[in-house]
C-alpha cells in the first residue's frame, strides 16, 4: 500500500511518502521540509487553539519514521527548506536528491552584512544559508547526496512496484542557479542577478510524477501552469496544485489535462496574499471531484475550514 501524507506545517511544502507492508515501511520518501517556523513572520495573528500545524521533523517522529530512503529537495524557498535542519536531526538518510549542491567548505553568508543590497537578494542568500546550514551540521546523516543538472527527465525504480519521474523547468535555469548562488559563496554579491534570480526559483522547481498500481501521483512543486501546459501534462489521479494554489499556479488548460480525480493544496490559513486564490479555488471545486487543504483554510461558500496534521491518503 502507498501512504501519501500531505503534512500541515502551516506555510509550505512537505510530503510524505511511503511504501507499506501491514504496519512495516518498506520504503519512505519525503518531498520538502516545510518552513522552519510554523507562523509567518509577515502575518503573525496567534493560531487557532484548534489548530493541528505541525513540523515535518514532528510528523515523522510521531508516526515512528527515523529513516529516509529519499529526501527530495525542489526548490530553496524557506517554505519548503526551512524545516530542514529538524528533519536531519530527526532521521537518517539514504539519497538526498536536490538540484544545487552549495560548496559547504567555504564560509557561511551572512546575507545581513551588506545592507545595500536589496531586500529580496538579502532575503534569497538568507534561504540558500538556512539550506547549507543544516548541510553543515548535520550532513553526517545523509549516505549520498544527488544533484541533478535538470536538463532531462530522471526516472527512478524506487521499489519494485513504485516509479517516479523527477521533471525540470527550462534546463538553462539549473547551471544559471549554480552559477549565482557559487558566485554569492564567493563573496561576489551582485545584487541585480540576485533578484532576478529570486523571481526564478518557483520557475525552476522540481516536479515529480509517481507510478504505482496503475495509479499516478504529480507533486507539481512551485512551478506555474505556464511551464508545463503542454503535451507532457497527462492524466493523473492526485494532483498536489503547485504554488499553494496561487493565481498562477494552475488554469483551466491544466486540468483539462491532468483530469485529477483528487487534488491537495498545500497551504496556511489565513494568507494574507491571496493562496489560495478564490478563482483558483472555484476552479478546482468545479473540476476536481475530491479537493483538500493541509490547513484549516475558510473561504465563505466554497471552503470550510477542516483540522488535521496532514492530507492523509492511501493507495491499495
Known sequence: MLVLDFINVGNGDSILVREMEQEEQKFAMLVDCGHDNLVRDDHMEPLDPRSMRIYAADFLRKRGVSHLDILLVTHFHRDHIGGLARVLETVSVDKMITPYLPPLEMSPIDPDDDMTMPKAARNLLRYEEMYASALRKYGDR????????????ETLQLTEELRMDILFGEPALYPRQKEVFDAAYRGERNGYDLVRW??????????????YHGREIVLGGDAYAHMWEAVTATP???????HHASLSSTTRKLLKMLKPKT????VAAKRPDERPHPYIVSLLKEMVPEVHFTDAVEIPGLVEPVFHESVHLEIE
Open 236 to 242: 493523473c489521479d492526485i494532483l498536489k496544485v503547485p
Open 198 to 211: 529570486a523571481k526564478s526559483l518557483n520557475v525552476a522547481s522540481l516536479r515529480q510524477r509517481l507510478y
Open 263 to 266: 487534488a491537495v493544496v498545500c
Open 142 to 153: 545523509i549516505g549520498e547526496i544527488v544533484v541533478y543538472s535538470g536538463d532531462r527527465t
